[in-house]
């Protein structure tokens, strides 16, 4: 009776253990799979910041204003200028935007040259980073850091039909022309149909959702992201 107990009870533990085991595999398997596509992701951002490069022009209204106190026209001293100047943009009021339609668009050629002097700097910090990974974390925050910047350029960009591939000096122009045009318009008041008024509101909240779910989507991946490196 209690061989046959002991046998039950082996036959039991053996099935709980072999469970178990099994359990511990598949949640093993599915981290490693996690963790593998977290490494594809952070690759994919890696190759999205880029590296610096200077832009060899510049739109002749941004020399003539942000660059003009530039004597060479030294990268080192338009970037302290651009980045000043991106600043106060950036602060300027809803109501001043309404009235110099441009002003936004401006800030964000002055936002290209931001980045730029960033990769600049931290070119070190991103080839220590390169040489490491994916076995180690060396300077992940600085890393963590550049994304997030790129990120917002991505958006800047692909708000004017642009992408991280477009080259600099074209983003560049890009933006200052749109710029100088939005700056040339008047602004005038005209009666619109309500109606007309109703339907556009339904398409902006309609093209907001869209924007928001895609967005959110996208930031889910950024957070697994920024906290695998920053772990």
Not at 16 to 45: A, G, P, Q, R, Y
Not at 91 to 101: D, E, G, T, V
Not at 204 to 215: A, E
């Amino acid at each position: 009776m209690i061989k046959i107990f002991n046998l039950s009870l082996l036959k039991a533990v053996y099935i709980i253990v072999t469970i178990s085991l099994s359990n511990f595999l598949i949640i093993s398997n599915s981290v490693s799979d996690e963790k593998k596509e977290i490494i594809k992701l952070v690759n994919i951002k890696l190759n999205e910041i880029g590296e610096f490069q200077e832009p060899k022009s510049y739109p002749e209204g941004f020399l003539k204003s942000t660059a003009r106190k530039c004597k060479n026209k030294k990268f080192y001293c338009i970037q302290q200028k651009a980045v000043k100047e991106m600043s106060l943009r950036f602060k300027r009021s809803k109501k001043y935007n309404l009235k110099n339609p441009g002003n936004q668009i401006y800030a964000m050629a002055h936002f290209e040259i931001f980045y730029l002097n960033k990769l600049r700097k931290e070119k070190e910090n991103i080839e220590k980073f390169k040489k490491s990974w994916p076995e180690k974390k060396v300077k992940a925050k600085n890393i963590v850091s550049l994304i997030k910047l790129n990120e917002s350029r991505k958006i800047m960009r692909e708000a004017l039909g642009m992408n991280l591939q477009t080259n600099i000096d074209v983003a560049l122009d890009t933006y200052w022309t749109i710029a100088d045009f939005l700056q040339q318009g008047d602004i005038k008041e005209h009666k619109v149909d309500k109606n007309l008024i109703s339907r556009g509101k339904l398409l902006d909240d309609y093209k907001s959702t869209v924007n928001k779910l895609k967005r959110t989507l996208e930031s889910q991946k950024l957070i697994q992201i920024y906290d695998y490196l920053e772990s």
